[in-house]
């Protein structure tokens, strides 16, 4: 079965800090991979996601995530925060018929 | 612009209620979801549909119905609210890409149940 763990419910960064979210997977087969962030009080947004055209993928507002096989990880990362990032952030893998298998979420803290 | 709407964002309810909670997408997406979002155990899959009266149980169907009699729109259903069905429901409507697709949400509805 596919599964997904976030390492830490809550990260907090300074600003202009680095900022790496981490998300380990399981899957027996060669996954699909995805990040959504969602802003206070909104709905959930895709931020990047993996398909195996390259290991390194860039997202939305300057994140990015780099898919290791021999890890069975997908982290995120950004070299600035900004206040602006204070969100919640889900790693997820794909399923059957299209279903995403969600981790628990990381809150991201921003601190001045 | 891409558009999935849930008519209600706060709702409080009483224990034995029956509760409509209604999502519209305007991008003619055949599949659709409901999650339901809570802290600490991410989002859970309760119902999702692929086509226009079709649906199918997720991880968590007990004590909820779905009903898409439209293609956009896709309503769940709480037939005897309960305490523990307090939580946010999250509606969204997959754009396919290939073998992956992208999901896009509702801002999404926050029950109460008292």
């Known amino acids: 079965a596919q599964s997904v763990t976030q390492l830490g419910s809550h990260v907090s960064v300074s600003e202009g800090a680095l900022v790496l979210l981490r998300c380990n997977y399981s899957?027996?087969?060669?996954?699909?991979l995805f990040w959504y962030v969602q802003y206070p009080n909104q709905g959930l947004q895709l931020l990047l996601k993996y398909t195996s055209a390259a290991t390194l993928v860039k997202g939305i507002n300057g994140f990015e995530a780099e898919f290791k096989k021999s890890e069975t990880s997908f982290h995120l990362t950004k070299p600035s925060a900004h206040m602006s990032d204070a969100a919640e952030y889900f790693c997820?893998?794909?399923?059957?018929?299209?279903?995403?298998?969600w981790g628990a979420g990381t809150k991201l803290i921003i601190k001045p | 612009d891409v558009k999935v709407t849930q008519s209600s964002r706060y709702l409080v309810k009483r224990t034995g209620e029956k509760v409509f909670l209604e999502c519209v997408q305007d991008?003619?997406?055949?599949?659709m979801f409901w999650y339901r979002q809570d802290p600490g155990l991410g989002l859970r899959l309760i119902y999702f549909?692929?086509?226009?009266?079709?649906?199918e149980k997720g991880d968590i169907p007990e004590g909820y119905s779905v009903s898409r009699e439209k293609k956009e729109r896709f309503s769940l259903i709480l037939e005897s609210a309960s305490t523990n069905q307090t939580s946010m429901y999250l509606c969204?409507?997959?754009?396919?890409?290939?073998?992956?697709?992208?999901?896009?949400f509702g801002e999404g509805s926050r029950l109460t149940v008292l």
């Open positions: 969204a409507s997959l754009r396919p890409v290939a073998n992956t697709g992208e999901l896009f």
């Open positions: 997820a893998v794909k399923g059957g018929n299209y279903q995403l298998i």
């Open positions: 899957s027996s087969v060669p996954p699909y």
């Open positions: 991008m003619d997406h055949e599949n």
């Open positions: 549909s692929y086509d226009v009266k079709m649906k």
